[in-house]
C-alpha cells in the first residue's frame, strides 16, 4: 500500500496540527488518527476522527450531567451489564470514521451493513486508479468440499500459478482497455460511467465510512468471524484492534459475550442441563439437526 | 431477457393459483404479479408482492377502523396534502416486494439507498450466469465536455465498434477463466468467492428488493431524474409504471411535486418576487452562481 | 375494550369483502384480519394487513423465481439454519400492519424501536377520549427490592386502594380540566396541542405500527421477554399469537433461538465445558461477577 | 432552569479539562460544550460533543486523503452545491451528541425522528422530578379557527388565569400522589414503573440525543419552521444556533435552501412561467386547490 508522497504529504500536514479540546480525547485514538493501517495488497483502513471513550457510554446511560464520581471499576461493570443485557442505545454514543481502500467485492459485502454513513469514490466523475487485489498464495484457497461457502486448503503448483496468472493478466487487459476507452489522448472517448463497467471486482475503490460502536460491534461479529470470507475479515481484524485502543472496556465485553460467546437454543440448552446430570446425550436423543449438533460440540467439547 | 423454460414454468405456476383475500387489493397489480418487465438486454423487474393500495395511506393518517366514508376525492386531496406537507408516514404504510435482474454497477448504485430490504443471489455460493450487460448502440454515450458526470453524443463508427469489441471480448474471456477457475471439470477448483472477483461490473445480478412507498419514492425521484446515469433510469422508469397502476393518486401526487416540482433556494423566490414586479434579473445581479442561475433558468424559462 | 357502534360496522364492513388475489395468503391471518384481540383495560392489537410466509422468507433466500420444487420440511430446515446464523436479511421479506390501542406510557417504550412504520393518532389535531389504563389487582406490584426495575408481589389493602383511587382520581380531574380547557362550549378555548399536555400517561393512545419480520421477531424477544414491563409484554404475547398462525415454522425458529435461547460469553461456555469436564466451579472460581453467575445458574440449574 | 449545585460543578469539572487533539476542532463549538442553553421554564440544550467541521464535508465528498489544497471558497460553493442537488451523504459525515432536558408530550413529537441516538432518563428505575412546563402568557394560546392544527392568540383574563391553575394544580396533585405511591417513607410503595403513568405529559424528561448533520437538518427543517408546535420550535431554534457556530457554511447552505427555500409543484412552476409570460393566474385558471394557492400566494406575493 504505498501512498503517493502528495497523498503522505496531506496526512503528515493533518498530523502536523494539534488543536486544544474540552472533548472526550482518547491518548490511544490520537496514535492512530490519520495514519493507514495496511490491510490486504493495496488497502488499508484509516482512522480519520472519533467521537467519544468508554465514560461516554456510562454518562449516556446514566443521563449524567458530567463524567459522574463513579469508579472506572464500575463504569467497567455497568459496560458488562450493558452489553449482556443487549442495552445496545449506550453503545450508539460513541461514533466513528474511517477511510478505507478496498477491492470492490469487498465493498459490496461490507456495504450490506445498512447502518452506517458512506461517501464512496465515484467512477462516474473520476478515473479509477490501476490497482487490483492479487492474492497471496496462502490466501489462494480452493472451494471447501464440506461448505458450499467455504474454503478449502491454498491451492499450490501449476493450478495456483494459472490462476495468478489469469487475475493479473484479466486486470490488466480490462484496465488497458479501460483507459484507451475513455480515451485520455485527445478523443472524445466513451463516458466514464459506462467505461467502468470493463473493470473486474478485484480493483479497489475507496470510501470514507462512519458508525456508531454498536453497529461497528455487530458489524465486527460477523466480519472477524471464522466463517466470514477472508478478504474481509482481515479489514475487521485491523478494525479490532483500533476499537481496542479507542474503548477498551467496551471491547472487553464485546469480545467476552459476542466473539468469544455463542447463542445456544432452548435444544442446546436442554441438552446441557441433561449433560451435566450425567445423561450422555447424541445428536440423535438431542433433538439437534446433524449441522446443529456439530456446531454444538465443536461449542463445548 | 430470454428466462429459462423452468423459470417460465414457475412463474405460470405462481400465476395459475388464485387466493381469497380481505386485504386491500389492487387489480392493476394483480395483473403484474410476478410477471418480468424487461429492462436493459438481460434485466428484468418482477413484482412478487405488494401491500397497501392509496385508501391504506389515508386510512393510516386517519389512524381510522375501517375505510372511512370519506370519497374517493376527499382521499386525492389529503394524499395530495400529505405529499405537499411532507407528512411521509402515511406513505410508509404501502410496500412493494420486486425481484430485480440488474448489473453489478447498477447494483452498487441502487444499494446506497438503505432504507430497504435486501437479498442479493451469493456469488459466495453459486456460480453466476454468463450475461453481461453490452450497450445498445444509442446508449454508447460519450463523456460529457460541460460535466464530470454526465453524458454527450453517442459514440459512432470505428470508436463505438472498438469499445463494444472490447466490451464483449473482455467479458467472455474473463467469464472463460472464471469457469476454469472454479473447475468444474474434476479439478478441485479456486473458492467461489474469490474467482467472482474476475468478473467485471456489467455481469448481472439479481436480487429481491422490498422497499415502503416513500423511499421507493425517494430512489425515484433520484434514479428516474434526468441526471441519473441511463443504466438505473431504465429501471425506475419501469418502476414507475408500476407504482402509477398501485396507488395511481399518490403517484399523481408524486409527479406533481417531486418529479416535476422543484426545490427553489431562498434566493431564487425572491427573484421571481422582483421578476413579477417587472424588475430584470441578470445571474449578476440575482445572487446565485452561474450554475445555479443556469439551473434557474432551466425551471423557469 | 368496548369498540362503539361505527367501528364495529367499519370492521364488519372490511371483514365482508373479499378479494381475489395471486399474492401469498395465509388462511390463518385472514382469521385475524380488522379483528381486535382485547390487550389490558381498553386496549387492542389488529392485523390490518400482511405480507409473505414461510416461504417467501426461503424464496428470498435463494432468490428464486417461484417456490421452488424444494418441500416443506426443507423450507424448514433452512428457516431453522438462518436464523441460527444470524441471515436476519430474508425475514425482513415478510411485512405486517398493526393497529393497536396503548396507555401512553407503554407507547413510549414501544416507540424506542425505531425500524418500523408509525401513524400516531394526533393530539394536536383532535381530541383525546377519556379512557385510561387502571391497572388490575393483581398488575398492581410493589418495587422489586432487589432489582431497580423491578416488581416485586402485588399491594394490597388499603394500600392497593388508596393507588387506584389516586390513579381514577387524579386521570378523571385531568380528564375534566382537558376537556374544559379546550372549551367545547362555545369559547375559544386552549390549543388541543397544548392542553393535551394535562393528561397523565395512562391515557390510551393508538397507531398504526408496520413492521418487517426480523425487526418484530427482535421486538418481541426483548418485550416478550419475563423482564419486560407486564403492561408491554402482554401485547407482546398478543402479537406473538399472531406471529405463530403466520409464519409457523418462523416462529418456531425463533422460539427455539431466541425466546428460549441465550447468549452465553466466553467465560461461560468456558465454565460449561470445566464442568462437562467433571470439575465444580463456584462464583469464585467462574471468573463472572455475582450478577452474572446468578444468570448462569439460572439457565443451566 | 436553575441546575443544581452538584450538577453545575460537575459541568465546571468538564470545562476545567483541556485536551490534545488532532481531530477537526471548532473553536465556536468548544464554547458551547457542556454549558446548557435555557429553553422555555426548566428545560436546556447542551452540546455533550461534536465531530467534523464544514472541511469534514468536502473531503468525504472528495475522498480525500488530507484537507485538500482547496480554499475556503472552493469549499463552500461544493456545499452550496451538495445541498442544492440532495446529495446528502457528506453531511451524515458531521456529528453531534446533546443533552436535553423537555417536556414528554414534546420528547413524544421529538423521538419520531427515527435516524438518531437516544439514551433517555429512565423513569423504570429512577425517580422524576417535580418539574412541569407551565407556559408563559403569551404561550397560552387558543385554538386556531381556521387550522385544526395550529394556535390563535394568546387566552386572556380569567380563562388564563384558569388554565394556569388547572395546569399547575392538576400537576401538583399527580405529582404528589407520585411521591406518595412510591412510597419513600417505609412502605414498599408500588413500583416506579407503574407509578409514572400517573404523571402528565408536561413533566420534565431528559435524555442523551445524537444525530448527524444531514438528518439534524432535516429535523429542524420540520421543527424550526412556522408551522411547528412552538414548544418543539424554541428547541429547534436553540439547536440552530449552534450548528449556525459549528458548520457556518453548510448551515448558510441549509438556511438558503431548505428553511427559506420552497419546493414548487410543477403546477406551481408552471403558473410561473405563465405570470413571467404577462398573464393573470388566478386561482381558478392555476390548476390548484384553494389551500394550495394561498400556499403560492404566500410564496411569491
Not at 496526512?11 to 495496511?38: N, W
Not at 474454503?151 to 500459478?161: F, I, K, N, Q, T
Not at 462512519?210 to 461497528?216: I, S
Not at 477498551?248 to 447463542?263: D, V
Request: glycine content about 8%; some cysteine.
Amino acid at each position: 500500500m504505498p501512498l503517493e508522497p502528495d497523498q503522505l504529504a496531506e496526512i503528515e500536514a493533518l498530523r502536523g496540527e494539534t488543536y486544544q479540546t474540552l472533548r472526550a480525547t482518547v491518548p490511544g485514538m490520537e496514535k492512530h488518527l490519520y495514519t493507514p493501517l495496511s490491510v490486504l495488497d493495496h488497502g488499508f483502513v484509516r482512522v480519520i476522527d472519533y467521537m467519544g471513550d468508554d465514560s461516554a457510554i456510562t454518562q449516556a446511560a446514566r443521563v449524567s450531567y458530567g463524567k459522574g464520581t463513579k469508579s472506572v471499576q464500575n463504569d467497567e461493570g455497568l459496560i458488562r451489564y450493558l452489553m449482556r443485557h443487549w442495552h445496545s442505545t449506550p453503545f450508539e454514543m460513541c461514533e466513528i470514521k474511517l477511510h478505507v481502500k478496498l477491492p470492490v467485492f469487498v465493498a459490496r459485502q461490507w456495504i450490506r451493513h445498512r447502518t452506517a454513513n458512506v461517501n464512496e469514490y465515484s467512477a462516474r466523475y473520476s478515473i479509477l486508479d490501476r490497482e487490483f487485489y492479487i492474492p497471496a498464495p496462502n490466501a489462494l484457497a480452493a472451494q471447501s468440499v464440506v461448505n458450499n461457502q467455504g474454503r478449502g486448503e491454498a491451492l499450490s503448483g501449476e493450478e495456483a500459478e494459472r490462476v495468478l496468472r489469469y487475475l493479473r493478466d484479466d486486470a490488466m487487459r480490462c484496465y488497458d482497455h479501460y483507459e484507451e476507452m475513455i480515451g485520455q489522448g485527445g478523443q472524445q472517448g466513451l463516458a466514464r460511467e459506462l467505461a467502468r463497467m470493463n473493470l473486474p471486482a478485484n480493483i479497489y475503490t475507496q470510501w470514507y465510512w462512519k458508525v456508531d460502536l454498536h453497529n461497528l460491534f455487530h458489524f465486527l461479529r460477523l466480519r472477524a468471524d471464522a466463517h466470514a470470507q477472508y478478504e474481509i475479515r482481515v479489514y475487521a481484524d485491523a478494525i479490532c484492534e483500533v476499537v481496542r485502543d479507542w474503548v477498551p472496556a467496551a471491547y472487553g465485553a464485546f469480545e467476552n459475550y459476542r466473539m468469544g460467546g455463542a447463542n445456544l437454543s432452548a435444544t442446546a440448552l436442554d441438552c446441557i442441563r441433561r449433560m451435566l446430570k450425567g445423561e450422555t446425550v447424541t445428536q440423535e436423543t438431542s433433538g439437534m439437526s446433524k449441522g446443529e449438533w456439530r456446531e454444538f460440540e465443536g461449542l463445548i467439547g
